[in-house]
């Protein structure tokens, strides 16, 4: 399996556009995690789906970040309209189990400027 | 919620020296306890983890301690090597409403040839 596949690995956006973050989880995992990190805060939890359903969407700072997992193959993280707080790298993982042995992909570097 | 606590920040130790990075944890539910580790421009790699129903587990030159009275759990590595410098992060399962895992602050170790 190539694991988790993220994409762009690298965005560089202006304040007020529309970024949308992509993930693709390893095949037969369940459980879907987007997770956001910064030096301040650490990694983050978002949001996360199990069976395409979002299940816990709490970390989700406001209503300009959404997120959709329209298949089990697929997932969006979308930031509308981004900001420069925004900054950060996003990463996505997915895991058999809730709670355990999560593979992380290689994140999607984001810069607002 | 669960709250990781992670110490130390940095830590820098010479070639074949030992490290050791501790964390304590706090909902008394928790029941599973990984360690990732993060190269940069990567994302977080799972290098070995801990049940609640285990006090020690060892991998080659890794192994993770757990003290579930005192709510702290420990990573030890021996024979410390340059490919060792990365940041490590424990991380917990909290238990509210769904399981998922709560990350530490996270540890930079440099190994100094």
């Known amino acids: 399996d190539a694991g988790v596949i993220q994409s762009p690995r690298h965005e560089v956006t202006e304040m007020g556009q529309e970024v949308t973050l992509r993930c693709k989880p390893i095949?037969?995992?369940?459980?879907l995690f987007w997770y956001r990190q910064t030096m301040m805060r650490g990694l983050e939890l978002l949001i996360y789906?199990?069976?395409?359903?979002?299940?816990?969407d709490s970390g989700m700072p406001e209503d300009r970040f959404s997120a959709k997992m329209p298949n089990a193959s697929f997932s969006t993280l979308k930031i509308q309209p981004s900001e420069p707080r925004d900054s950060a790298v996003y990463f996505c993982?997915?895991?058999?189990?809730?709670?355990?042995?999560?593979?992380f992909g290689s994140g999607t570097r984001l810069t607002v400027v | 919620g669960e709250n990781v606590e992670q110490h130390p920040s940095t830590l820098s130790v010479q070639e074949g020296d030992s490290a050791v990075i501790k964390c304590t944890y706090s909902?008394?539910?928790?029941?599973?306890f990984p360690w990732y580790k993060q190269e940069l421009g990567k994302g977080p790699q799972l290098i070995i983890d801990?049940?609640?129903?285990?006090g020690e587990k060892k991998d080659q030159r890794i192994a993770v301690t757990l003290n579930k009275t005192a709510k702290h759990f420990s990573l030890h590595i021996t024979e410390t090597q340059p490919e060792d410098s990365a940041v490590y992060f424990c991380?917990?399962?909290?238990?509210?409403?769904?399981?998922?895992?709560?990350f530490g602050q996270g540890t930079r170790l440099t190994i100094n040839p």
């Open positions: 801990i049940r609640s129903n285990v």
């Open positions: 909902d008394s539910a928790s029941n599973y």
């Open positions: 993982a997915s895991s058999l189990e809730t709670g355990a042995g999560y593979t």
């Open positions: 991380a917990a399962t909290e238990f509210q409403g769904a399981q998922k895992l709560v």
């Open positions: 095949s037969g995992h369940d459980y």
């Open positions: 789906f199990n069976n395409n359903v979002p299940i816990d």
